[in-house]
């Protein structure tokens, strides 16, 4: 006897449905995720080119901390019992890569994790409910998400750590 289907498995789950070619499904989310990653590329432009970084209290901790690192790899800060070393890591390899006080650097790359966050959450809406029209519902969304833009722009660990947590949910989603 067949087990009942869950209720949130749609009927044009790709595994109920043989008449589609997988390269089709492939290509009908790829376009998706394509979609996205252009509105999101292009918010993520608009809010990089006419900003600048913000910096506050918790940003020179972890400024101190990443130059402690970079120059001395040294993790005996005083700093490092109150702030985690994620984030300062984070920050140490952009200073080594692009050097010290690279403000533009660490803008780009972290508007670019916000794009890469909003393609992540449509790949995950479309594994939840095989829906073109809601995974760009939800990449949409997420391209829009002027908070997560507007963290971006500061010397803050949000936007590393919401990308990491959407990627792990993403792999939850995938390998569960």
């Not at 690192?69 to 702030?83: G, N, P, Q, S």
């Not at 080594?96 to 780009?108: I, K």
Request: with cysteine.
């Amino acid at each position: 006897m067949r087990a009942p289907r869950p209720s949130w498995i749609s009927p044009r789950h790709p595994a109920e449905n043989p008449s589609t070619p997988d390269s089709l499904r492939l290509r009908g989310i790829l376009g998706v995720l394509g979609i996205v990653f252009v509105v999101a590329a292009f918010m993520e432009c608009t809010a990089l080119l006419g900003s600048r970084l913000w910096y506050n209290p918790d940003a020179a901790q972890y400024i101190a901390l990443a130059i402690s690192i970079c120059e001395r790899f040294d993790f005996t800060h005083a700093l490092f019992a109150v702030r985690p070393p994620g984030y300062p890591l984070f920050l140490a390899a952009l200073f080594r890569m692009f050097g010290d006080g690279s403000v533009e650097a660490l803008m780009a790359v972290q508007h670019a994790l916000v794009v890469g966050t909003a393609v992540v959450a449509a790949a995950i809406a479309y594994m939840l409910r095989p829906s073109k029209a809601f995974a760009l519902t939800v990449g949409i969304l997420g391209a829009f998400s002027l908070h997560l833009s507007g963290y971006a722009n500061a010397v803050l660990a949000e936007v590393p750590y919401t990308f990491l947590v959407t990627v792990c949910v993403y792999l939850l989603v995938r390998y569960h």
